[in-house]
């Protein structure tokens, strides 16, 4: 199966959650959030393992762009395989907008008088912000 991705020029993408594999399919390209910036994942990319950041996963495969949020977790790329292991990962059409907002608007009030709890709000406005940007750009 490598020998046959690296021929090609495909990748294996697999997108793991605690609960059930989400994706599991070939790809041209992968573009997924790191927590320092986006990252674009090409065949024949190098060995790596990433931190991910909350944000916009998109797998483009057959002339088709899939887009997923994915919420945090780690990447790691070996062998034209891209392997996602994150707590969450939906389908960008269905992040509810109107669930995010309420969430960043909860997390904004949040008390935060404590180190531990300031991360935790500053996690939580992250993460409502980038899921509102991910509903935003799948309209």
């Known amino acids: 199966m490598a020998e046959q991705r ?3 020029g495909q990748l294996q993408c697999v997108v793991v959650t605690p609960e059930a594999t989400v994706v599991d399919t070939t790809a041209q390209f992968v573009a997924l959030p790191l927590y320092d910036g986006e990252l674009g994942i090409a065949p024949l990319h190098s060995p790596m393992i990433g931190r991910l950041g909350y944000g916009e996963l998109r797998i483009e495969s057959g002339g088709q762009t899939s887009v997923y949020y994915v919420d945090g977790g780690f990447v790691q790329v070996a062998n034209n395989v891209v392997s996602i292991l994150t707590n969450r990962a939906m389908k960008a059409d269905q992040v509810d907008p109107a669930a995010a907002n309420e969430r960043l608007q909860q997390a904004i009030r949040r008390p935060s008088n404590t180190d531990e709890l300031a991360m ?9 912000r980038a899921q509102l940007r991910v509903a935003r750009r799948a309209k």
């Open 6 to 8: 690296q021929s090609t």
């Open 120 to 128: 935790i709000r500053d996690r939580q406005i992250a993460q409502s």
